[in-house]
């Protein structure tokens, strides 16, 4: 994602032997992606404008009708907004979050520090369905949380099967893969800057936004899209949280190829996601590093 | 297409004829078509299913050398995995647990081999009334409403009870289930199972009075334990089983009948061990792999010889005031799934 | 936040910090903290309940469950420790050149393939499985290579999707690397893959390591790809758990989970030595 700048190259023959270098290192890994990403993803475009049968199943055609389906149904184009406002918002809780923990990570000096930020790596490996069930014993009618609500007299409080929910689940998923990559960005920032800034007369406030936060952004940026994408696929968090009546569209696309084997629908509903996410993404960088850039 | 509707009318004697004493023994002389040495593999659910299935039928077929491999799924994930295989002319899985509604679809999707009786030695033994071309039935349970004795003071009669503003959200349902709830709703508010709209019509009103959903059948027992919810359509293996497990709800009949299901085995048509997936059916329709069905999770064996002991055929036993059984149009309801599930997300789940 | 300047002269480390370090900026870092930590901790405290429900409070406390969540989980464990070591050293060993590549040869070329090779980290998990389960059963058909349900489809699938993890940390570990050893040993006479392994691959030793332990990892706890791609009677460890939930949910997924983090845990500690692996999701 950070791969611009090309290097002025002094000759032709240089430049030959480069290119033969570079595609002996590119080749392989660039063939597993053809292969198994782009082939089996075409095959996915195709199948989006067949014609779904209830007994034949798919009927080859070239029809747009599962696009128009999506975009006519006010319960599919719901599902989706649900997804981005889930999305955006748990990106938004990641980044309040995430940057005064990495800030303090990235600026402490301890020989702690190397456990702890091994501490922070750690929940990355925990699978979603079983940090799934640690939210369960909070969240659900004899829950935790419900538990000390009544106690305290605050009434019943369940956060199982609610938008709220899945939220604080996915933030608790992304949060980690935020703090890493923030800590690092942090970290790359110089500290006399600050200082430099401060020692003019520059409140500490200010040295933050004027030179740590510009400093910071491309790097906030690629983690902030990273968890962006997580979360707008989504699939064991809504379901195991956010229960039956909560539809994202991961699980959407999945059901609908699974339960209901319409393929050409499921494959569409798959190609809207990508593609919204994909747009929003670019859009976003394009807004906030391009005004960066003019600023 | 056949009309599947022989369960209509079953009347209570001649069903629990078979359920409890042995009527026609046939003896099992499966010796001539089992393979030597090979193996199966067996798609099917997880949990008590599979497992009864290991303890089961597995050892019959370890006397006959085939060893069995078993794939387990949820019915929807192995459905569409045998959709998708449908076209290869080698299958990875030889025969699969469905019930007969997903049979009737991978039957009209051409995925399904058709049974030939004359390799299973015991396919005289099996109900008349269930025999089918494409699926081997296997056990079989009735929908009954259950409810907690504790919240619900009154036992219900029929599936008016779900609407009664007494139970406002505290009606629950699983949402695997949903079909069979709405044909109950059908059955009770058109007069039959075929009457999908009377169905939908039924269930909005269900949902408007507070229907609680749950994914998975461990959370539905749970809600019933902590006094969630109160009163359910289930079939009525699954309340026996809760009951065995401790959990205090009764079951009542409802007075506009219960519709049967009826779940079994298929073979798809490009399974790679033909003959082992029939020595396998034949084994999970012998008497002794049937009770452990019925004992465990309260299903009604398919074979009118399964010898049930008296304690058991007694609980399995349908109430003296014999309520209708009934059987949906197999044909019709499997081509109208896909728009069915997707109303109930819709119209359901959605709108809670 | 406040505005108040201190003066320039008083401005120490703890000053300096000062606006990060007030009860705002506290709040949120003990809030994200929680929700980080709060489902791992649970899932430890639950693994000693007694009950074969999850009801809080428990009835009693008891380690049966760890005894036994080995034995059945056994087989998938297996399977997913042999998966994930199988697609780590594949993606390894296609990812760690790429990596070189891209930082090395920087133009409109490798710029597009770059992204091609990230591109597996921004699609649905669910989109990819099932296209690649279709697209296999087409190919089989009309090759009748018997590839659906393989372990060799299995195992591409999970480089495909820790390719990019380690070709962003690869990318993150060169940023920095001084090139002009490089230029050194080629000018005397080195050939260029001679540089890469005597020189290049020193230097990205830690980033290695990472990666290959990111690739392992996220291999190890796929749960979308491997749904439709395992073979009949085969089980990854996610697909067991989630298969064991469906029908029950005791205290036995919790003791499972425990293990693997004690086990994850460990071998974090071992490698952080000499890898630093907070750096590596850059």
Redesign the interface.
């Known amino acids: ?7 002025p190259l002094p000759s032709d023959r240089r430049e030959k ?3 033969a ?2 595609s ?3 080749t ?3 063939a ?10 075409l ?2 475009l195709r ?1 989006s404008f067949n014609r ?1 049968d ?4 798919m009927v080859e055609a070239a029809t747009a009708e599962n696009y128009t389906r999506f975009f006519g ?1 006010a ?1 599919y184009t ?1 599902v989706m907004i649900t997804t981005v406002v889930v999305a955006l918002s748990s990106t938004a809780f990641c980044l ?3 940057f ?2 990495a ?2 990570l990235a ?1 402490w000096q301890s020989r702690w520090k ?2 702890v ?2 501490l ?19 969240f659900s ?4 949380i419900n ?1 000390a609500a009544t106690s305290l007299g605050l009434g019943t409080m369940t956060l199982m099967q609610t938008t709220t929910g899945v939220i ?2 996915i ?2 998923i992304n ?3 935020m ?3 923030l ?3 942090v ?1 790359g920032i110089d500290e006399n800057l ?2 430099a800034a ?11 936004w004027r030179i740590v936060w510009p400093m910071a952004l491309p ?1 906030t940026m ?2 902030a899209v ?1 968890c962006f ?1 997580l979360a ?2 989504a ?2 968090t809504p ?2 949280i956010g ?3 909560f ?1 994202m ?2 699980p959407l ?3 609908e ?7 050409p629908f ?2 569409a509903l ?1 190609l809207i ?2 593609t919204t ?2 747009v929003m ?1 670019v859009l976003a960088n394009k807004l906030i590093l391009g005004r960066q850039a003019r600023a | 297409m056949i009309k599947n509707t022989t369960f209509d009318r079953i009347s209570r004697r001649n069903f629990i004829a078979g359920a409890s004493a042995g009527a026609v023994a046939v003896p099992f002389a499966g010796q001539s078509f089992a393979q030597s040495g090979g193996s199966v593999t067996v798609g099917t659910w997880g949990g008590d299913y599979g497992r009864l299935l290991r303890e089961n039928v597995d050892p019959i077929m370890a006397d006959k050398a085939v060893r069995v491999v078993q794939d387990v799924g949820d019915s929807d994930t192995r459905m569409a995995k045998t959709i998708a295989q449908r076209i290869l002319p080698r299958g990875a899985v030889d025969v699969q647990c469905f019930d007969n509604v997903k049979a009737q679809a991978l039957r009209n999707a051409d995925a399904l081999l058709p049974i030939d009786p004359a390799k299973l030695p015991s396919w005289n033994a099996i109900r008349p009334e269930a025999r089918d071309p494409y699926i081997v039935p296997h056990i079989v349970s009735a929908q009954v409403i259950i409810y907690d004795p504790e919240q619900v003071d009154e036992p219900p009669t029929d599936l008016d009870a779900l609407l009664s503003p007494k139970y406002k959200g505290k009606v629950g349902a699983i949402i695997a289930n949903y079909y069979a709830f709405l044909m109950a709703g059908a059955l009770y508010r058109g007069g039959s199972l075929d009457d999908y709209e009377a169905g939908k019509s039924y269930l909005k009103d269900v949902n408007a009075n507070g229907l609680r959903l749950y994914a998975q059948p461990e959370a539905f027992t749970q809600a019933f334990k902590s006094k969630e919810i109160a009163i359910a359509v289930i079939w009525q293996a699954r309340s026996i089983m809760w009951q065995n497990a401790g959990v205090r709800i009764e079951s009542a009949w409802p007075k506009s009948g219960a519709m049967l299901y009826v779940s079994g085995l298929v073979i798809p048509k490009n399974a790679q061990n033909k003959d082992a997936a029939y020595a396998y059916i034949e084994a999970a329709l012998q008497p002794k792999a049937q009770q452990g069905f019925a004992e465990n999770m309260g299903y009604m064996p398919s074979i009118a010889n399964a010898n049930l002991p008296p304690n058991l055929a007694k609980r399995l036993e349908l109430p003296p005031d014999a309520p209708k059984l009934v059987s949906p149009d197999l044909d019709k309801l499997a081509r109208e799934l896909p728009a069915m599930s997707d109303w109930w997300k819709k119209n359901i789940e959605y709108k809670g | 936040m406040s505005d108040t300047a201190p003066s320039a002269s008083s401005l120490g480390l703890t000053e300096k910090l000062e606006w990060l370090a007030r009860p705002g900026a506290t709040a949120l870092v003990v809030s994200g903290l929680i929700t980080v930590f709060a489902p791992l901790i649970l899932t430890v405290y639950v693994s000693f309940f007694d009950d074969k429900v999850i009801v809080f409070p428990p009835q009693g406390y008891s380690l049966a469950w760890y005894g036994s969540s080995i034995p059945q989980f056994i087989s998938p464990l297996l399977t997913s420790l042999k998966l994930a070591l199988l697609a780590g050293g594949l993606s390894l060993l296609f990812g760690v050149p790429a990596g070189i590549a891209l930082s090395r040869y920087r133009n409109r070329g490798t710029q597009g393939i770059g992204t091609l090779l990230l591109a597996p980290l921004t699609i649905p998990g669910i989109a990819i499985g099932l296209a690649i389960y279709v697209f296999a059963i087409t190919v089989e058909l009309r090759t009748e290579l018997p590839l659906a349900g393989s372990m060799a489809l299995l195992v591409l699938a999970h480089v495909l999707i820790t390719i990019p993890w380690v070709i962003r940390i690869c990318l993150a570990s060169l940023t920095n690397h001084d090139r002009v050893t490089e230029e050194a040993a080629a000018s005397l006479g080195a050939s260029p893959p001679r540089v890469i392994w005597r020189v290049t691959l020193p230097a990205m030793r830690n980033g290695i390591v990472a990666s290959g332990f990111f690739a392992f990892i996220i291999s190890f706890e796929n749960l979308e790809i491997s749904l439709f791609l395992v073979s009949p009677g085969m089980s990854t460890l996610p697909i067991a758990i989630l298969q064991y939930l469906e029908y029950r949910l005791d205290p036995l997924i919790a003791a499972i989970s425990v293990l693997q983090i004690v086990g994850i845990g460990a071998i974090l500690f071992a490698l952080g030595n000499f890898a630093n692996l907070g750096r590596v999701a850059r």
């Open positions: 994602m950070t791969l611009a700048a090309a290097t032997g480069h290119l270098a570079a002996a290192l590119l392989p890994a660039t597993v992606v053809a292969v198994m990403l782009v082939a089996p993803l095959l996915l199948m779904f209830p007994t034949k199943l149904d319960y719901d309040l979050f995430g005064p923990i800030y303090r600026r190397n456990a930020m091994l922070m790596v750690l929940p990355l490996f925990v699978s979603s369905t079983v940090r799934s069930i640690g939210w369960m014993v909070l009618h004899g829950g935790v538990l604080i689940g933030i608790s949060l980690p893969y703090i890493l990559t800590q690092s960005v970290e600050e200082q401060e020692s003019l007369g520059a409140a500490p406030a200010r040295a933050f790097g690629i983690a990273l994408i707008m696929n699939f064991a379901v195991l229960g039956p009546r539809h569209m991961a696309l999945y059901w190829f699974t339960a209901n084997n319409n393929w499921a494959s798959a996601l990508m996410t994909l993404t």
